[in-house]
């Protein structure tokens, strides 16, 4: 297990999520939730999502509605919370920007 694949302690993760606009955390995952204009931005955010995921080789959960789009992020091999967690979270931070 690397570094980034290992769980963090409370503090660590306090701290990260700080880092992060609008992200929450309930028990060992952290989440947001976004909502856009219509069906096809949702759609292309959730593909922007799978092609980030892909690279990262670390995969969210998903909820997808019409107009909006829940991510959760957790590692469950870690049994808790990773720096890949926060780090993924933050590059679909940057896909918002866009």
Not at 1 to 25: C, D, F, P, V, Y
Not at 33 to 39: A, G, I, L, S
Request: overall charge positive; aromatic content about 10%.
């Amino acid at each position: 297990m690397t570094m980034s694949e290992m769980a963090l302690s409370e503090l660590q993760i306090l701290e990260k999520l700080k880092a992060l606009n609008g992200w929450e955390r309930r028990r060992k995952e952290i989440f947001k939730v976004f909502t856009f204009k219509d069906f096809d931005r949702t759609m292309a955010f959730v593909n922007a999502i799978a092609w980030v995921s892909q690279r990262e080789n670390h995969h969210p959960d998903l909820e997808v509605g019409y107009n909006r789009c829940v991510v959760r992020y957790s590692t469950h091999s870690a049994g808790g919370l990773t720096d890949n967690d926060f780090l993924c979270a933050a590059k679909i931070e940057k896909l918002m920007g866009l």
